[in-house]
């Protein structure tokens, strides 16, 4: 049964049958009668209309860094700040520039990647912030919920080329 609420009395009403096909069928002609004619017209409308795609192209500077690895969650965010500083020479190196590389990354075999190719052998990503999203992804395959020292202990030996690596970061923080 179908009703209808009579605002007038407060109550509900049966709604006939007939009733109900004929609004059916109004509501039909007007989707499909007028619907389309209109919708032909908006899209002729919609494909005149320019559309600007703007890339993510937030300037490249230490607080924007800083504020987007806050928005990442990624973890133990002063080492990871001082390897941006240590990995791009404060925002300076050719990998940095040419690569937005801020991790000096290589291409990943065996994990999902934010890089697009390869140049001068490391990864190159689309913009900074993709760099930063692939370092969220490497932190979140291998280096989750670590403390401090571990966090420490697990760039000595499986993220850095450097030995005194580590202890760069560390006169980076302090």
Not at 130 to 142: G, H, K, L, N, T
């Amino acid at each position: 049964m179908l009703y209808k609420y009579d605002s007038q009395n407060l109550i509900f009403k049966k709604i006939q049958i007939k009733q109900y096909l004929y609004a059916i069928g109004i509501a039909f002609f007007l989707f499909t009668g007028f619907g389309f004619s209109s919708g032909i017209e908006l899209n002729a409308v919609i494909e005149k209309i320019p559309v600007i795609i703007k890339e993510d192209q937030e300037e490249l500077n230490m607080d924007n860094v800083r504020n987007f690895v806050r928005e990442m969650r990624i973890q133990n965010e002063d080492i990871v700040i001082a390897q941006v500083i240590l990995e791009t020479g404060n925002l300076s190196s050719d990998i940095c520039k040419n690569n937005n590389n801020l991790f000096g990354m290589k291409v990943p075999g065996s994990r999902p990647t934010t890089a697009i190719r390869e140049q001068n052998n490391h990864a190159a990503y689309k913009n900074w912030k993709d760099s930063v999203r692939d370092y969220a992804i490497w932190q979140a395959s291998f280096a989750r919920n670590l403390s401090e020292d571990q966090y420490f202990q697990l760039l000595d030996q499986m993220y850095a080329e450097d030995t005194s690596y580590v202890n760069r970061l560390k006169q980076i923080i302090k």
